[in-house]
Structure formats: structure tokens, C-alpha cells
């Protein structure tokens, strides 16, 4: 949001939906793309007071509000939009906090457009209204006005519940079996919480003080954290649930294994997975070199290439630019309408100068004496037949070879599951690909007493969808720990 917190001013109410529809959707404002391909300061800059009071005047507060169905946790669009409209921007954030425990992060990395924005009437003629920029604004004047308004908690009722992981989908579950009145205590492996929030996302997206501020709401809530604690290797699953005391366990721990393209050269120097680059950049400052330590290969003057098409990759690739890199190439297999990076991130992309190499693949990475990276030999794809996505399978053009020098490649292709949880708890079901076997509705795994949701699930996904396992999670873990019933059939071995 802009700094902007004075009184609120609405702006007279149209008096038709007719004329509702005749109001565009409000722009979004933005750094500069010139300044902001050199910084880490926020891309996005949020809605003023008035952006937004008009912006919520496009709703057409529909009697069955389809937005809300599109939303994974379920946030009761209508009925917060309607707050904005009253003025009433601290309900609108409350309403929002009771069923979306994270709604400044949400309102900046959440895919509104497929979810709650893609379900908007209004999209069926118009630009949907901009669910995402409204849960924003009234999510940063709350902070800004320093009135955050916590949900109520229920009589405690001495049950513990262990969380195992710090990211969306281990932050919803604690927010929800709080408010039930349960003790929870969340273990991150790293030194500060957010997972995938603050070692994923890069500052520019997302600032690292915005999960702050949530996760220190959350303490305010009750919820006790803990940093530093590998599950698995500081704990085991057995213990937590032995001496420890803890009545139910949630493992949310994301899928954080990185995947590689397994072609010669991946072992060179300079050559990084997205996650370590990522959480080298985010967690250890390197956005702040020279006054702190460099704890990745210098960038700067050098030609980096990002290879994937995913939100991921984006923040990789956007990420070296800011880093000083001479050239950033996005390197991705398909064209550029396959891509699965959210529009907004491929725009940001394309207007800070990202060179993008569509119908591109990697075969090798070329080396120098010293061992570091030093060029990059592709082949030229085109694209054949759907493959079970729906998109159109890439395949090689033949003869079609070419090298780019390179001193720097990060493989952005995806994550899957790590395997130090299901390693050592024995009696915990896996899936063949070495996810944890859980119940879809239920969340319960093999384990009684032990749940399991996100990533760790799934395969990667979105925020969003991680937090909506989360809160199914925490409904089945209030239901198990008030009944003592545990349906040892629930958890199946899905595919």
C-alpha cells in the first residue's frame, strides 16, 4: 500500500451495478522497470486509499459469490469487499484473518488470476476485480495503522500439536489450531521462519519484513516457534510423539529436493540449483554485497542462464539481474505461451530486460580449466503433440545444436520430496515418488496421530494451495484430538 493512512475517503457509490461495470479496474502501481532491475526494493508498489475505494466499487457483490469457491482457504471475498466499500478497512482485514491468517503475503504471491479473480463475474466482459490488490491494501493498513486485529481464541484445551515446517502450509495449520484453543509449537530446520516465504521469494516480490510481521501476529496469537530443529535428525517423529509430550503431529515440510537436467556439466562451479541460489540470495544477504559476505558466485559483468519456465525460475533469473549480471537468458523447452509463471512475473520479466531463449534446451555445460562454467550447448525444441498437462510436448529439431557463453546457470525445474522424515519413521507410508502417502480429505497418514499436507504431498504447488492444506489439516486434527478417534484406513498410497 502506499504510505498513505489517513482518514478513509470513499468515493460516492455509483447507484446501479450498470454503472459499477463501467469503472476499470484500478492499475496497480510499480518501480520503474530502468531502477528496479538494479534493486531488491518492492516491484509493486500497492493502492492508495481512493485506488482501492474504487477499485471495490466493481464488485457486484454477487448473491453466490463464485470468488469465494475459487479461493483455497475460502476468504469470503463479498463480504470484505463490502468493508472496503463502508470504509471500514480494519473489518475488512479482520474478515479477511478469519480464514486467511497471512493476507499481506497472500495479496502479493497468491495466482489470483486462476483462483479467486479467474471465478469474478465481472471477468466474463470485463477485468475481473482485483481481489489480490484490495486483500493488500487492507492487509498493509492495518500493519501501517499498527491495529491488527487478531482472531479470538478459544478456551485452551491441553492438547499439543507439533508442526513440522514454518512455511504456508505449517504457518494456516497454526493459525487455525490456536484459534481452537490447542498449544502449538512450529519447528522450522532453518533460522528464521516462513520456508519457502522468506528462503523462496525473492525480496523484490515479497519483503522479508511483511513475514515478519505475520509470523510475530501469529506469537501474538500464541503459537510458539522454533528455529534450528531438524526433524529427523534433532528429533524424531516417534519422539515428538513419545517423551515430548505431543498429542498429534502435521508434517508440512515442502518438497525441497531439487531436480536437474542430468547433462553433462551440472557439476561445474557456478552451476546452482533455484533453491540453494535462492536461499543463498535471500537468507544470506547476498542482495547486500559488499556490506555483507557474498555467499553466492559473483554475478556481476557475467551472462546467467535461468533454465525452466515457472514462477521459480522467473524469481531466479530476475534475482541475477539485480545482482549486476551482464545478461539474464530465461532458457525454457516450450514457447512462451506454455509457460506456467504467473503473466504478471513474465511482464515484470520481459520490462526489466530478461532475454528470453523459448524452444531452448540445455543438452551440456561447458567448462575452463579451473573447473568453473564457462558455456552453455543447446539444441533448438518445437513443439509435437499435448502431453497429459495439455500442453504441447517439446522435441529436438535435428542439427540444431549451438553454445552461449555463460558464467553462471541456475536449473529452476521443480523440487521433489526430500526424503529425511519419511527416512526415519518407519511406519510412515510413502507414495512411489517418495512423497508421504496421505488421505486427501482427511490429511491422516499411516501414522495414527501423524498428518501430512503441502508440497510434501503434492509435489510443488502454490502458497495458497499449501495454506488450504493447511487449514484442512488443522479441521482434521481438531476433529481427532476432540473424538480420540483414528481411522487406521484413512491414508492410502495414492500414485
Same mark, same amino acid.
Request: net charge negative; glycine share 12%.
Given at each position: 500500500?502506499?504510505a498513505?493512512?489517513t482518514?478513509p475517503? =470513499?468515493?460516492?457509490?455509483p447507484?446501479?451495478?450498470?454503472d459499477r461495470m463501467?469503472i476499470?479496474?484500478?492499475h496497480?502501481p510499480e518501480?520503474?522497470?530502468?531502477r528496479?532491475?538494479?534493486?531488491?526494493?518492492?516491484?509493486?508498489?500497492?493502492?492508495?486509499?481512493?485506488?482501492?475505494a474504487?477499485?471495490?466499487?466493481?464488485c457486484?457483490?454477487?448473491?453466490?459469490?463464485?470468488?469465494?469457491a475459487g479461493c483455497?482457504v475460502g476468504? !469470503?471475498?463479498?463480504?470484505? %469487499?463490502?468493508?472496503?466499500?463502508?470504509?471500514d478497512y480494519?473489518?475488512?482485514a479482520?474478515?479477511?484473518?478469519?480464514?486467511?491468517?497471512?493476507?499481506?503475503i497472500?495479496g502479493r504471491?497468491?495466482?489470483?488470476? $486462476?483462483?479467486?479473480?479467474g471465478c469474478?463475474i465481472?471477468?466474463?466482459?470485463?477485468?475481473p476485480?482485483g481481489v489480490?490488490y484490495l486483500e493488500?491494501f487492507?492487509?498493509?493498513?492495518e500493519r #501501517?495503522?499498527?491495529?491488527?486485529?487478531l482472531?479470538?481464541r478459544a478456551p485452551?484445551?491441553?492438547r499439543?500439536v507439533?508442526?513440522?515446517?514454518?512455511?504456508?502450509?505449517?504457518?494456516?495449520?497454526?493459525? /487455525?489450531?490456536v484459534?481452537?484453543?490447542?498449544?502449538v =509449537?512450529?519447528? @522450522?530446520?532453518?533460522?528464521?521462519i516462513?520456508?519457502?516465504? +522468506?528462503?523462496?521469494?525473492p525480496?523484490?516480490r515479497l519483503?522479508?519484513?511483511i513475514?515478519?510481521?505475520?509470523? /510475530?501476529?501469529?506469537?501474538?496469537?500464541? %503459537?510458539?516457534f522454533? =528455529?534450528?530443529?531438524v526433524?529427523?535428525k534433532?528429533?524424531?517423529?516417534?519422539?515428538?510423539?513419545?517423551?515430548?509430550?505431543?498429542?498429534?503431529?502435521?508434517?508440512a515440510?515442502?518438497a525441497?529436493?531439487p531436480? &536437474?537436467l542430468?547433462?553433462p556439466? #551440472?557439476h561445474l562451479?557456478?552451476?546452482?540449483s533455484?533453491?540453494e &541460489?535462492?536461499t543463498? +540470495?535471500?537468507?544470506?544477504r547476498?542482495?547486500?554485497?559488499?556490506?555483507s559476505?557474498e555467499?553466492?558466485?559473483d554475478c556481476?559483468d557475467?551472462?546467467?542462464a535461468?533454465?525452466?519456465?515457472?514462477?521459480t525460475?522467473? /524469481?531466479?533469473v530476475?534475482?541475477?539481474?539485480?545482482?549486476?549480471?551482464? $545478461?539474464?537468458?530465461?532458457?525454457?523447452?516450450r514457447s512462451?505461451?506454455e509457460?506456467?509463471?504467473?503473466?504478471?512475473?513474465?511482464?515484470?520479466a520481459?520490462?526489466?530486460?530478461?532475454s528470453?531463449?523459448?524452444?531452448t534446451n540445455?543438452?551440456?555445460?561447458?567448462?575452463d580449466?579451473?573447473?568453473?562454467?564457462?558455456?552453455?550447448?543447446?539444441?533448438?525444441?518445437?513443439l509435437? @503433440?499435448? /502431453?497429459?498437462?495439455g500442453?504441447r510436448?517439446?522435441? @529436438? +529439431?535435428?542439427?540444431s545444436?549451438?553454445e552461449?557463453?555463460?558464467?553462471v546457470a541456475v536449473?529452476?525445474l521443480?523440487?521433489?520430496?526430500?526424503p529425511?522424515?519419511?527416512? =526415519?519413521t518407519?511406519?510412515?507410508?510413502?507414495?512411489?515418488?517418495g512423497?508421504?502417502?496421505?488421505d486427501?480429505?482427511?490429511?491422516? $497418514?499411516s !501414522?495414527?496421530?501423524?498428518?501430512?499436507? *503441502?508440497d510434501?504431498?503434492?509435489?510443488?504447488?502454490?502458497?495458497?494451495?499449501?495454506?488450504?492444506? *493447511?487449514? !484442512?489439516a488443522?479441521?482434521?486434527?481438531?476433529e481427532?484430538l476432540?473424538?480420540?478417534?483414528?481411522?487406521?484406513?484413512a491414508?492410502?498410497?495414492?500414485?
Open positions: 500500500m502506499s498513505e493512512t482518514d475517503a =470513499t468515493p460516492a457509490v447507484p446501479s451495478k450498470k463501467k476499470p479496474r484500478q496497480m518501480q520503474d522497470p530502468a528496479r532491475r538494479r534493486n531488491f526494493e518492492e516491484v509493486n508498489q500497492g493502492l492508495t486509499v481512493l485506488g482501492a474504487t477499485e471495490a466499487l466493481r457486484l457483490s454477487c448473491a453466490n459469490p463464485k470468488c469465494t483455497p476468504v !469470503k471475498v463479498k463480504d470484505f %469487499v463490502d468493508l472496503i466499500v463502508a470504509g480494519l473489518g475488512a479482520a474478515k479477511i484473518r478469519e480464514d486467511n491468517i497471512l493476507p499481506a497472500t504471491v497468491c495466482p489470483q488470476e $486462476t483462483q479467486c479473480e469474478c465481472l471477468g466474463n466482459k470485463f477485468e476485480l489480490g493488500r487492507v492487509a498493509d493498513y #501501517e495503522t499498527g491495529q491488527v486485529g482472531p479470538e485452551a484445551t491441553g499439543r507439533a508442526i513440522v515446517g514454518s512455511g504456508p502450509a505449517g504457518l494456516s495449520a497454526a493459525g /487455525d489450531l484459534r481452537m484453543g490447542h498449544e =509449537t512450529v519447528f @522450522e530446520a532453518l533460522h528464521e516462513g520456508g519457502v516465504l +522468506v528462503y523462496g521469494i525480496e523484490f519483503p522479508k519484513e513475514v515478519r510481521h505475520e509470523v /510475530d501476529a501469529m506469537r501474538k496469537m500464541g %503459537v510458539d522454533q =528455529t534450528n530443529v526433524i529427523g534433532t528429533v524424531t517423529i516417534d519422539e515428538l510423539m513419545g517423551e515430548e509430550g505431543y498429542d498429534a503431529v502435521f508434517v515440510t515442502g525441497g529436493l531436480k &536437474f542430468g547433462v556439466g #551440472e562451479n557456478g552451476v546452482y533455484a533453491n &541460489f535462492l543463498r +540470495v535471500n537468507l544470506m547476498a542482495d547486500a554485497f559488499p556490506e559476505d555467499p553466492v558466485y556481476r557475467r551472462d546467467v535461468v533454465v525452466g519456465g515457472g514462477n525460475a522467473m /524469481d531466479a530476475r534475482t541475477a539481474s539485480r545482482l549486476g549480471a551482464a $545478461t539474464s537468458h530465461l532458457v525454457y523447452r512462451e505461451a509457460m506456467p509463471a504467473r503473466a504478471e512475473e513474465l511482464k515484470h520481459k520490462d526489466e530486460g530478461i528470453l531463449m523459448c524452444l540445455p543438452v551440456a555445460f561447458l567448462g580449466e579451473d573447473g568453473f562454467v564457462s558455456g552453455m550447448r543447446c539444441v533448438r525444441m518445437e509435437g @503433440e499435448p /502431453d497429459a498437462s500442453r510436448s517439446p522435441k @529436438e +529439431v535435428p542439427g545444436e549451438f552461449i557463453p555463460i558464467q536449473i529452476a521443480g523440487t521433489s520430496a526430500n529425511l522424515i519419511q527416512s =526415519t518407519p511406519d510412515l507410508q510413502t507414495t512411489r515418488k512423497y508421504i502417502a496421505a486427501p480429505e482427511t490429511l491422516r $497418514t !501414522k495414527p496421530g501423524v498428518f501430512a499436507g *503441502g510434501i504431498v503434492t509435489g510443488g504447488a502454490t502458497v495458497i494451495l499449501a495454506m488450504g492444506a *493447511g487449514r !484442512k488443522a479441521a482434521s486434527i481438531h481427532f476432540s473424538t480420540g478417534v483414528w481411522d487406521a484406513t491414508a492410502e498410497t495414492p500414485s
